[in-house]
């Protein structure tokens, strides 16, 4: 059977993508994207849609990092693991954590690709900014996103809710990454609207 005709470039995505092409390497070779926002907030969704438009970029979950005891004190481990191998233009390799069995069971290699994506709550934290070509955030409120994440988790995962919103607040009230994005990102049923964020330029 004949292949149909590629689809169209994501109107948004596509452009988006370019312009992150055009940045300068933040971490050695590396144009490091963090997109951050609160938990259910379409993270990981975004981040995957935005590598592909990307020409299928290597996104980085900090959920494979963080640990049942270490829920947003991961950045150490990011720093030695992630950032010391790229900035030196080598390929880095990651414990990742398994949430069902509670311990770090596999490792995935990283490639100093020229832009390398990093999603999670909390990637736009004052350790991480100096390395960070871009911020993106998601904007959605907390309130939102913290139901919209409980309704896609289900209730199996109510006792893990419980003791993540208070954590998160807890962390945003501490560093907040909101105030330093470069760009914010909105979700709407037509698609994503991107616009300049607090620390942005045009």
Known sequence: MTPGPAPAPDPVLAP???????????????????????????KSTFAARLAAAL???????T??????EELFEWSDRF???????????????????DWVRREFTAVRELPPAPVVLVEGVGTGRRALRPYAACLLWM???????WERGQLRDGPGQSAFWDGW????RAHFA????????D??????????EVRVGPAGRP
């Open 16 to 42: 988006l993508a370019a312009r992150l092409h055009t940045l300068p390497p933040s971490c050695g070779p590396v144009r490091l994207i963090a997109v951050d926002g609160h938990a259910g907030s379409g």
């Open 55 to 61: 020409g299928g970029a290597p996104v980085v979950h």
């Open 63 to 68: 959920d494979d990092l963080a640990t049942h």
């Open 79 to 97: 720093r030695e693991q992630v950032l010391a191998p790229l900035s030196r233009g080598e390929t880095a390799h990651y414990g990742v954590y």
């Open 139 to 145: 904007e959605l409120a907390s309130e939102h996103s």
């Open 165 to 168: 919103i208070p954590a998160e």
């Open 174 to 181: 501490a560093d907040p990454s909101r105030p330093h994005a």
């Open 183 to 192: 760009l914010l990102v909105l979700q709407g049923q037509m698609g994503y």
